[in-house]
């Protein structure tokens, strides 16, 4: 039902600044929470950040926290992931997904993805 597609990758070098987005249509955006993750060639897909579903309640991986941001818009059905500090290890694929989780870390969790964005980190 809340079907996301990510926006916002690109190329940046160490230090700077992305903001990705998440959109998805539907009246009922509001009525899930969010969440990013990512993923690098030969790893895992990793838990980024969640929120809620009305952007009162967020929580951020710790090796992002102090650099990265999310935020949500439901009046536009978009959640933002801002990233500033970037380092070459961000590099990955980046993955926005919506549902009920029980977990909020874990893929596993979540109902709906995107097709994902690339962002690459130059040293």
């Known amino acids: 039902q809340v079907q996301p597609v990510e926006s916002g990758g690109g190329s940046v070098q160490a230090g700077g600044s992305l903001r990705l987005s998440c959109t998805a249509s539907?009246?009922?955006?509001?009525?899930?929470?969010m969440a990013w993750f990512r993923q690098a060639p030969g790893k895992d897909r990793v838990f980024v950040g969640f929120?809620?579903?009305?952007?009162?309640?967020?929580y951020l991986a710790d090796f992002v926290k102090g650099r990265f941001t999310i935020s949500r818009d439901n009046a536009k059905n978009t959640v933002y992931l801002q990233m500033n500090s970037l380092k070459p290890e961000d590099t990955a694929v980046y993955y926005c997904?919506?549902?009920?989780?029980?977990?909020?870390?874990?893929?596993?969790?979540?109902?709906?993805w995107g097709q994902g964005t690339q962002v690459t980190v130059s040293s």
């Open positions: 539907g009246r009922t955006f509001s009525n899930y929470p």
């Open positions: 997904a919506s549902g009920t989780p029980k977990a909020i870390a874990k893929p596993l969790e979540y109902n709906y």
């Open positions: 929120i809620n579903e009305n952007g009162g309640s967020a």
